[in-house]
């Protein structure tokens, strides 16, 4: 009995009192990688000492797992409980491995769905061991020793993840991408939904894990009479053109105290908002919650009146501050912008200073913008806030051009507001940092974060009138205006920021995917809640069969704003590269405890330029880092496709290796039968590269 650890402490909650479900032995806790992002503080760390700076080059691969399914990007950070890895396929599958030898244990194919899901939630309780996780419009409980839907948990073993909402959300688009947030017997729902006017409200809902039973609902769009109601327009909680203000980057909680931390996104429409006047609270916030009720305890606002599309790109990050000898304990949230914002856990007193600056007011006609936003003034941002004409790329073999075009964008800071001239949104729509968030090491203080440093250009258009419209057939009306922005208006899209080209799509896949597609989206597009006689125009013009079909004109309504995105698109040389100097992607060590970075490196590589002895650029990268206590950084994420490690100290790169696709991914470190592994899943699919199938783990020799 001497290694039980009973975690049978109480633990006080203002009152309130609750025991915490766990017993396992010291040995366990430490070895395993129990939840997303590696615990409840979202920290991305590990404290196993096996792998170490000094031997980290002698990595091999232990096993490989195949998947088999090649549906697209793999995020997953797989969880690691009593010696078996829990972790979803591209199209939400959900599998058990053996931890030591990759071997299949069981799999779930009953719920797939090419959604980008990032992970599971394990639960116990004495014997009843789940694994809870979201896949099409609902929440799934599985028995984690057979794989088997728990058929007493909602209905039939799932839940609706329209529960909770109100009626005319039934027919919009929402998924859970994200593993839940425990709490007890609590698990604390994020959600992905539609990022146009016909987004869902984005309210954040707890369940209780056993039966599946709404708990309670915290509305992050208020209803009149609530707190924050006066900071939107009249009417806008029906939800009729005005939505989201969801989490769906996940949550962290300190249990403890009994509070889930839980950062919100943008309110839809994403980039134009003269329908949502008011600062919208709380679009784009970071919310304490008392976890048991839903209740806040308090709130930041990190944008005003979002017109960016400024989510808050992944879960906040529980650290504490050593501040004259005391140490506070607090809560860091990183964002797209480049900042990092560090709280106070129970008051939410910034312990670094803020300002509100002036920012432009030049806005699209009926557009009210904030006049102010908040800007951290320490610690300094980790990527670049804004470009000039000396920072356009200097190896670009079209840099005059670029720079003229440069000069007729709106370009001075990067709250310069959405245009019909074009506005350069730097950092870009994908950041600054992203959904794989950082690694904190207590030990030292350290948040490790990995950043993209790419441009993009805002090109906002009017819509077309309705006698425009009118001269369209009934599918190419349809795709004007709910596929063009992405997929351009010829058809060819944009492979550059990730949006493929759909002419000639019937030469590739047939109706019923696309179909499948159109309705339930895959990887970063939402899925579409169009008529059934929109939906078949539009797979008769995609399928080039509209001739067949004369006469159908649908209802297709009007999107009922002015004015809309023209598309995401990347600035870039005519080679490809991004049409700013390097670094195009970066690596810092931020001290928390000084508020100065320890050190910053590119991250990632292209090798051809590389070759012509350009210094490393770094590159885009999409997962984060895992930092461990053994003296190691490990990161996939690039574009480059390699696994790394560094020297958490230095920055120094230790090891790397290239993988069977691209890691966009964050990596889980746990040790099995006494030996240490650290296992990415390889899916690629993102940035141009090819597609991967597998889950890759990494030890040293046995």
């Known amino acids: 009995m001497k290694n039980k650890l009973l975690v049978l402490s109480l633990v006080a909650v203002g009152s309130a009192l609750f025991f915490l479900n766990f017993t396992k032995t010291a040995t366990e806790t430490t070895s395993e990688w129990r939840e997303y992002l590696g615990g409840p503080g979202r920290t991305n760390y590990s404290p196993l000492t096996q792998i170490t700076a000094a031997n980290v080059g002698n990595l091999q691969v232990a096993w490989e797992y195949h998947t088999g399914d090649f549906s697209g990007l793999m995020p997953s950070n797989p969880i690691i409980v009593d010696g078996v890895l829990y972790a979803p396929t591209a199209s939400s599958q959900i599998f058990a491995l053996d931890a030591v030898t990759g071997k299949e244990i069981w799999r779930f194919k009953g719920a797939t769905e090419s959604n980008m899901v990032r992970g599971v939630t394990y639960w116990e309780s004495g014997n009843d061991?789940?694994?809870?996780?979201?896949?099409?419009?609902?929440?799934?409980?599985?028995?984690?020793?057979?794989?088997?839907?728990?058929?007493?948990?909602?209905?039939?073993?799932?839940?609706?993840?329209?529960?909770?909402?109100?009626?005319?959300?039934?027919?919009?688009?929402?998924?859970?991408?994200?593993?839940?947030?425990?709490?007890?017997?609590?698990?604390?729902?994020?959600?992905?939904?539609?990022?146009?006017?016909?987004?869902?409200?984005?309210?954040?809902?707890?369940?209780?894990?056993?039966?599946?039973?709404?708990?309670?609902?915290?509305?992050?769009?208020?209803?009149?009479?609530?707190?924050?109601?006066?900071?939107?327009?009249?009417?806008?909680?029906?939800?009729?053109?005005?939505?989201?203000?969801?989490?769906?980057?996940?949550?962290?909680?300190?249990?403890?105290?009994?509070?889930?931390?839980?950062?919100?996104?943008?309110?839809?429409?994403?980039?134009?908002?003269?329908?949502?006047?008011?600062?919208?609270?709380?679009?784009?916030?970071l919310l304490a919650l008392d976890a048991a009720t839903g209740k806040r305890i308090w709130h930041y606002q990190f944008v005003h009146h979002d017109v960016w599309d400024r989510d808050l790109p992944s879960p906040p990050t529980l650290v504490s501050i050593k501040r004259q000898g005391k140490t506070i304990d607090a809560v860091a949230q990183i964002t797209k912008s480049g900042f990092v914002f560090v709280f106070d856990r129970m008051t939410g007193k910034s312990l670094f200073p803020i300002k509100e600056m002036a920012v432009p007011t030049n806005a699209l006609p009926g557009e009210v913008p904030s006049p102010t936003q908040p800007v951290a003034q320490q610690p300094a941002p980790f990527a670049r806030q804004s470009i000039g004409e000396d920072d356009v790329n200097p190896y670009a073999a079209n840099r005059q051009e670029l720079k003229a075009r440069l000069k007729k964008l709106r370009h001075k800071n990067q709250f310069e507001l959405p245009s019909l001239e074009g506005t350069l949104l730097f950092p870009g729509f994908d950041g600054g940092a992203e959904w794989g968030g950082p690694a904190y090491d207590a030990e030292s203080g350290i948040l490790y974060i990995n950043s993209n440093e790419m441009a993009y250009v805002m090109d906002m258009r009017t819509i077309p009138d309705e006698d425009e419209l009118a001269n369209l057939s009934p599918g190419h009306r349809t795709y004007s205006l709910n596929c063009s922005s992405c997929h351009g208006k010829d058809l060819l899209?944009?492979?550059?920021?990730?949006?493929?080209?759909?002419?000639?799509?019937?030469?590739?896949?047939?109706?019923?995917?696309?179909?499948?597609?159109?309705?339930?989206?895959?990887?970063?597009?939402?899925?579409?809640?169009?008529?059934?006689?929109?939906?078949?125009?539009?797979?008769?013009?995609?399928?080039?069969?509209?001739?067949?079909?004369?006469?159908?004109?649908?209802?297709?309504?009007?999107?009922?704003?002015?004015?809309?995105?023209?598309?995401?698109?990347?600035?870039?040389?005519?080679?490809?590269?991004?049409?700013?100097?390097?670094?195009?992607?970066?690596?810092?060590?931020?001290?928390?405890?000084?508020?100065?970075?320890?050190?910053?490196?590119?991250?990632?590589?292209?090798?051809?330029?590389?070759?012509?002895?350009?210094?490393?650029?770094?590159?885009?990268?999409?997962?984060?880092?895992?930092?461990?206590?053994?003296?190691?950084?490990?990161?996939?994420?690039?574009?480059?496709?390699?696994?790394?490690?560094?020297?958490?100290?230095?920055?120094?790169?230790?090891?790397?290796?290239?993988?069977?696709?691209?890691?966009?991914?964050?990596?889980?470190?746990?040790?099995?039968?006494?030996?240490?592994?650290?296992?990415?899943?390889?899916?690629?699919?993102?940035?141009?590269?090819?597609?991967?199938?597998?889950?890759?783990?990494?030890a040293l020799p046995q």
């Open 129 to 285: 061991k789940r694994i809870l996780y979201g896949a099409g419009t609902w929440l799934y409980a599985l028995d984690a020793t057979t794989g088997k839907m728990i058929e007493s948990f909602g209905e039939n073993g799932r839940v609706s993840l329209y529960t909770g909402l109100p009626e005319s959300a039934r027919t919009k688009f929402i998924r859970s991408t994200t593993p839940g947030t425990l709490f007890k017997n609590l698990i604390i729902m994020p959600v992905r939904v539609s990022e146009g006017p016909d987004a869902a409200p984005g309210h954040v809902r707890a369940f209780d894990v056993q039966t599946g039973q709404l708990v309670w609902t915290f509305r992050t769009i208020p209803h009149p009479g609530e707190e924050g109601y006066d900071t939107w327009g009249k009417d806008n909680w029906k939800n009729t053109d005005v939505g989201a203000a969801n989490n769906w980057a996940g949550m962290a909680i300190d249990r403890g105290r009994g509070i889930v931390y839980v950062p919100t996104g943008s309110a839809g429409y994403d980039f134009y908002g003269a329908n949502r006047p008011g600062d919208n609270l709380y679009a784009n916030c």
């Open 493 to 698: 899209g944009n492979p550059a920021s990730g949006f493929p080209s759909l002419k000639n799509i019937y030469k590739r896949h047939d109706q019923a995917y696309v179909n499948g597609v159109v309705k339930n989206g895959k990887g970063m597009m939402p899925g579409f809640a169009l008529k059934a006689q929109e939906q078949q125009a539009l797979i008769e013009f995609l399928f080039d069969l509209e001739k067949e079909s004369v006469g159908v004109q649908p209802a297709n309504k009007k999107f009922p704003l002015p004015y809309k995105l023209d598309g995401y698109k990347k600035f870039l040389d005519q080679d490809g590269y991004p049409g700013i100097n390097p670094p195009w992607g970066q690596l810092s060590a931020l001290n928390l405890n000084t508020g100065k970075y320890e050190w910053k490196i590119p991250l990632g590589e292209f090798k051809e330029l590389t070759a012509k002895g350009i210094p490393i650029t770094g590159c885009e990268n999409y997962g984060g880092p895992v930092v461990t206590a053994g003296g190691v950084l490990f990161i996939g994420a690039t574009k480059d496709g390699m696994f790394r490690a560094f020297d958490k100290r230095s920055g120094k790169l230790l090891y790397e290796t290239k993988l069977p696709a691209g890691g966009f991914a964050t990596p889980s470190v746990y040790q099995a039968n006494g030996r240490q592994y650290v296992v990415i899943a390889c899916g690629g699919a993102k940035l141009g590269t090819k597609k991967g199938d597998s889950y890759v783990a990494f």
